[in-house]
């Protein structure tokens, strides 16, 4: 029985917890406390709700993580968009079409009646919403935390690469592979359009290879600066030619006459490689591991991995055949991981502060671009990462300047909404709507109101609105103390009265420093 | 009348161009209090066109009477809770910009306030504030350790990598908590995250420590503010910041509850009577210290309201309004023209000018900065003498 997180499927909680509210004695007995279960659900999803913790809370801690790596589907919950499989060269004569079409509106030119939008930044777009939505409701968190996990790790840009549906496809080979198999990984990452695109494998011939695929490869991906030469580079790259996509679809295609099938030295070993043997070099190297390791380190335990540990934990890695499993469920048990000091270790990412907020709180989301564009602003567009080296994360994403705006951020979040009870979602402040809505809400007896979905209202203070917030679904119910103990992971830095009224709490601990931790 | 105010003199001209020539230290250096007017204000009820018969029948029950409003010329007025801002009006400092807002309105708070904040286009969203767009490239004086000061809650404006801004409240609680710090052997217990977010939390309120020294040490306002509501006191502090000589470009605040669906004009009278108070006060207070010429006032607001008034009394979210632009050296009257009822937009008013251009006489006249905010042609307004 798999239990569902997630808005959607908080309403199953229920049945779940009655069924293990009948776990046996033993297993109980070594069940988690609150704070144990916040933990791991904060580190391992975006943001825990109570619901969500006292599930967890009931569990014995390695049955717990268990359970979250065992759940995994393939597909994503929210519908792909329409475009996925446009082709290319369909795509970029669509574009060329817009693009001309508005040049010659721009001349008084053509019929100004029709709106003309250019298909690539429109499908950006799209591409983003359906990945926060995906984020929103997903039953499976861990899952989407290791596809963004890879995206910033094997990095591909929609600003560069400009055909979304290469990096649709790229996020569902992510997706395949989250909590794979590395290796198969590797080897799918070199034939991934996207990333052929991105760094310029299409361009690579035997006569003159294109050196970015192959220095990235090792620089980056895999061994890291200092373990291969220039002249593994080179070797690689030529290995790597023939990697290419058909111009008309934009799929995965080898060139044979683009490859260089010569024989090549590479990492001291020589022979007529071709990519796949590229690889099985490099994950033959100890490096390799410890490059992932690391990453893992710096994404779920603290900014500053143990350098015993990652050399314990590659092995695991590397003896586990790349299986990613067993290394995770050894990093999740780790002492490190469990240290109860280092509950708040961790800068929350954009992508943490905003999907989290909303999840936390249970807000309705009207227009996801608003949030893209939160996540922008703080610095972590999705699909957009900065450069080839992804997100470098940590404590850069707190300058005073971002950490001003996440704190205008939140502060909007808190200003804008009250939850007030109403018989259906709120619709992007509709002038006809707003009307009915302040009637409706005069005429409702408190116990009618109870019963109903809430949700919030724009333009009163979570803060003011004092005995009349609503909390959403997720607080609702929860006294001061309880409610920061479930947003903060540790003490607020900053005095906050529990005993002030549920709103102006969730209010304080938003705002407390210690809100910008996980 | 109007068109004249839309052509650049020659001389504003070339003075505009020599300020923005000259060395950072000689830069015009006004200081801009931003007022911000929460919820959306109803700017029919606020400049009235009393005179005009579609008024009285597009609002039969919440129109401002004619004998309520303090007639400006034959066809517009002020509500007559504005009454206390009729000296600056005489004395030729209050700018009134009739029709102000922008293309594809958005009827949204949220969204709207954004597009303000961020002088975007309707379709655009950027996170930096405009204030801190205009100052790009513009070298701060070294030793000023604060550009903005926002005593409100909403930074938006001033929020970029170009000024270094001060939220009050953050300041201080960070104020506050640094004493408590002080105290406590291990106040980030050992955990670099925290460490750092303090550490930049530092950086960002530091400036704050400076300020409240200045502050504690600054003389009382000649003339008190009212205590009502809290604009009083954000208007005190402000007035004491520019008393005090502190060296901001922009100090923000703001009054609420502007957004009056229901029963509008009980909430809107006691709202303006505030704000024409707290204005008034402010004007008096800076002309006192000698620092009137040296300020520059605007009103703004995420948008104004439906003609109609609706069936509660009230009106809906709706689109153009006139701002408040006050300050020794703006040049008093009506600028802009106001948008005419009979010309509707799905019943909603049409904006005549554009908020960016407002914005870009504001950086110009305030600072001396050349910005046009994205607007391939912007209106030539000017409202405030170089």
Same mark, same amino acid.
Request: hydrophobic share 40%; with cysteine.
């Given at each position: 029985m798999a239990y569902r997180l997630g808005r959607r499927g908080l309403l199953n909680g229920a049945a779940s917890l009655s069924a293990l509210a009948m776990l046996p004695r033993a297993a109980r007995a070594a069940a988690m406390n609150f704070d144990e279960a916040r933990h791991l659900l904060s580190r391992t999803a975006f943001g825990a709700t109570p619901a969500e913790i006292e599930i967890f809370e009931s569990m014995d801690y390695a049955a717990a993580v268990d359970r979250l790596l065992a759940t995994f589907h393939p597909q994503a919950v929210t519908p792909a968009p329409s475009w996925v499989n446009e082709g290319l060269a369909e795509l970029q004569r669509k574009q060329k079409l817009a693009v001309e079409g508005l040049a010659a509106e721009k001349q008084g030119v053509g019929d100004k009646k029709l709106q003309i939008i250019r298909p690539i930044p429109e499908q950006g777009r799209e591409l983003r919403n359906w990945w926060i939505e995906e984020m929103l409701v997903t039953d499976q968190p861990l899952v989407e935390r290791m596809v963004l996990f890879w995206h910033n790790h094997f990095t591909s840009a929609l600003q560069k690469v400009r055909f979304p549906p290469a990096l649709y496809w790229q996020n569902m080979m992510f997706r395949r592979h989250a909590l794979g198999n590395f290796a198969a990984l590797l080897k799918d990452v070199v034939r991934d359009p996207a990333m052929l695109i991105y760094l310029d494998g299409v361009r690579s011939q035997a006569r003159q290879p294109n050196e970015n695929l192959g220095r990235e490869m090792l620089e980056l991906f895999t061994l890291g600066e200092g373990h291969y030469t220039e002249a593994d580079i080179k070797a690689a790259a030529r290995a790597f030619t023939g990697l290419s996509i058909d111009r008309q679809s934009g799929k995965f295609e080898f060139h044979p006459q683009q490859h260089d099938a010569g024989a090549k030295t590479f990492l001291g070993r020589s022979g007529p490689y071709g990519a796949d043997d590229i690889l099985a070099i490099i994950l033959g190297h !100890?490096?390799?591991?410890?490059?992932?390791?690391?990453?893992?380190?710096?994404?779920?335990?603290?900014?500053?991995?143990?350098?015993?540990?990652?050399?314990?934990?590659?092995?695991v890695l590397r003896d586990g055949g790349y299986e990613m499993k067993p290394v995770l469920r050894a990093l999740f048990l780790s002492p490190a991981f469990r240290d109860p000091a280092n509950h708040g270790a961790l800068i929350k990412s954009p992508i943490d502060l905003v999907i989290g907020t909303v999840r936390v709180l249970g807000l309705p989301v009207v227009e996801k671009t608003q949030l893209a564009r939160m996540m922008q602003g703080l610095g972590q567009a999705p699909f957009d990462p900065p450069n080839v080296k992804g997100w470098p994360g940590g404590e850069s994403w707190i300058s005073t300047y971002t950490l001003l705006l996440r704190q205008q951020d939140l502060r909007r979040i808190v200003e804008a909404t009250t939850v007030s009870p109403m018989d259906g979602p709120m619709m992007a402040s509709g002038v006809e709507k707003a009307n009915r809505r302040a009637d409706r809400r005069q005429q409702m007896p408190d116990s009618a109101m109870q019963s109903m979905a809430a949700y919030p209202v724009e333009g009163r203070s979570l803060r003011n609105a004092g005995g009349e917030a609503r909390l959403g679904p997720t607080l609702a119910g929860l006294d001061g103390p309880a409610i920061v103990r479930t947003l903060l992971p540790r003490a607020p830095i900053e005095p906050l009265d529990v005993k002030a009224s549920p709103g102006a709490v969730v209010a304080a601990a938003l705002l407390d420093p210690a809100y910008q931790l996980k | 009348m109007d068109r004249r105010t839309f052509l650049f003199g020659a001389g504003a001209l070339s003075v505009a161009l020599a300020a923005r020539d000259a060395a950072a230290q000689t830069r015009l250096q006004h200081i801009l209090i931003l007022v911000e007017l929460k919820g959306g204000n109803d700017g029919l009820n606020t400049l009235v066109p009393y005179a005009d018969p579609l008024y009285r029948q597009f609002r039969p029950g919440i129109g401002v009477a004619r004998e309520r409003v303090v007639q400006l010329n034959e066809r517009v007025g002020l509500h007559e809770k504005l009454?206390?801002?009729?000296?600056?009006?005489?004395?030729?400092?209050?700018?009134?910009?009739?029709?102000?807002?922008?293309?594809?309105?958005?009827?949204?708070?949220?969204?709207s306030i954004e597009i303000w904040d961020t002088a975007s286009a309707s379709s655009q969203t950027l996170s930096e504030g405009w204030i801190s767009q205009a100052f790009e490239g513009v070298p701060r004086p070294a030793g000023a350790g604060v550009d903005g000061i926002v005593v409100d809650t909403n930074s938006l404006p001033m929020v970029g990598p170009a000024l270094r801004t001060v939220v009050m409240q953050d300041a201080e609680n960070f104020l506050r908590q640094?004493?408590?710090?002080?105290?406590?052997?291990k106040p980030d217990g050992g955990n670099p995250a925290l460490r750092h977010i303090l550490e930049v939390r530092h950086e960002v309120n530091a400036a704050a420590a400076g300020l409240r020294d200045r502050l504690r040490d600054s003389i009382a306002p000649a003339f008190a503010y009212a205590e009502e509501g809290g604009f009083g006191r954000q208007l005190d502090l402000a007035t004491r910041l520019i008393t005090a000589r502190?060296?901001?470009?922009?100090?923000?605040?703001?009054?609420?509850?502007?957004?009056?669906?229901?029963?509008?004009? !009980?909430?809107?009278?006691?709202?303006?009577?505030?704000?024409?108070?707290?204005?008034?006060?402010?004007?008096?207070?800076?002309?006192?210290?000698?620092?009137?010429?040296?300020?520059?006032?605007?009103?703004?607001?995420?948008?104004?309201?439906?003609?109609?008034?609706?069936?509660?009394?009230?009106?809906?979210?709706?689109?153009?309004?006139?701002?408040?632009?006050?300050?020794?050296?703006?040049?008093?009257?009506?600028?802009?023209?106001? !948008? !005419?009822?009979?010309?509707?937009?799905?019943?909603?008013?049409?904006?005549?000018?554009?908020?960016?251009?407002?914005?870009?006489?504001?950086?110009?006249?305030?600072?001396?900065?050349?910005?046009?905010?994205?607007?391939?042609?912007?209106?030539?307004?000017?409202?405030?003498?170089?």
């Open positions: !100890p490096r390799t591991a410890e490059t992932i390791v690391e990453k893992l380190w710096r994404e779920f335990v603290s900014l500053t991995p143990d350098p015993a540990e990652t050399k314990r934990l590659a092995a | 009454e206390p801002l009729m000296e600056s009006w005489k004395g030729r400092d209050l700018a009134i910009l009739q029709g102000v807002g922008y293309p594809y309105p958005n009827r949204s708070h949220f969204r640094a004493q408590a710090m002080k105290d406590s052997a502190v060296p901001v470009v922009a100090i923000k605040v703001a009054l609420g509850g502007f957004d009056t669906h229901a029963n509008q004009l !009980p909430t809107q009278e006691r709202l303006l009577g505030l704000l024409a108070g707290g204005l008034a006060t402010l004007r008096k207070n800076l002309i006192a210290a000698g620092r009137w010429n040296d300020v520059v006032v605007m009103t703004y607001s995420e948008f104004g309201r439906r003609a109609r008034q609706n069936a509660s009394a009230g009106t809906d979210h709706g689109t153009s309004s006139p701002q408040f632009v006050m300050g020794g050296q703006v040049k008093g009257g009506l600028h802009g023209a106001y !948008p !005419p009822l009979a010309d509707l937009q799905d019943g909603d008013l049409k904006h005549t000018v554009d908020f960016r251009s407002v914005f870009a006489g504001v950086a110009r006249g305030c600072w001396g900065i050349q910005r046009d905010f994205g607007q391939r042609q912007p209106q030539k307004l000017d409202f405030i003498a170089a």
